[in-house]
């Protein structure tokens, strides 16, 4: 498989799993219920995700030519079975993180979302992919793309939707695929 294309089902696959029932999710449930404009509220979510997964994708990268190369891989391998055990923990969304004045659907979006993301567990996810695999470009589009994979059904069906899905199962398949991620790592670094 080529290396970009590794890249980006890779970081499609771990963001969009972990991302259900995530507080990013919840807030687009919030947003959602508020605004009752889905375009704007996809839109908002879709150019902030960009943005931060950019950014975290990049400073992994940049992490990676620090040459701490020798460190890296075990790193990397450890923080996504770290992130996997993470996963396990439900998330709420904090009242801290619900914008208190309204700016309309999408900049509150815009903002609400950026901010939400940040230090988030699919955020810290890019950062480790930015840093495992050289494709920058395919990891920032995999990770947004999944994002929306799992963030745009929650603005368009709401709870009908998440309530037929037992988040704990979601939480566990999700944990599963982060720490499997992070032992193949760790077998590479092995092998």
Do not use: C
């Not at 030519?65 to 998330?91: K, N, Q, R, S």
């Not at 009908?160 to 670094?189: D, H, N």
Request: glycine fraction near 8%; proline fraction near 5%; avoid cysteine.
């Amino acid at each position: 498989m080529p290396p970009y294309l590794d890249a980006f089902l890779n970081s499609t696959l771990l963001v969009a799993v972990s991302e259900i029932g995530d507080k990013t999710q919840i807030l687009a449930l919030i947003l959602a219920a508020r605004y009752r404009k889905s375009v704007p509220i996809i839109w908002g979510i879709f150019i902030a995700t960009l943005a931060n997964h950019a950014l975290a994708a990049w400073a992994g990268h940049f992490i990676s030519g620090l040459g701490v190369t020798d460190y890296l891989p075990w790193l990397v391998a450890i923080a996504f079975i770290v992130l996997g055990l993470w996963i396990l923990i439900p998330d709420k969304v904090d009242d801290d993180e619900t914008p208190k004045r309204d700016f309309g659907p999408f900049l509150t979006t815009l903002v609400a979302f950026f901010l939400a993301e940040m230090g988030d567990k699919t955020q810290i996810a890019t950062v480790f992919l930015g840093a495992k695999y050289d494709a920058l470009f395919a990891v920032i589009l995999g990770t947004t793309i999944g994002m929306m994979i799992a963030n745009v059904p929650a603005v368009l069906f709401g709870d009908k939707l998440l309530s037929r899905i037992p988040m704990q199962w979601v939480r566990y398949t999700a944990s599963v695929l982060f720490i499997g991620f992070g032992l193949f790592s760790l077998w590479q670094v092995l092998s």
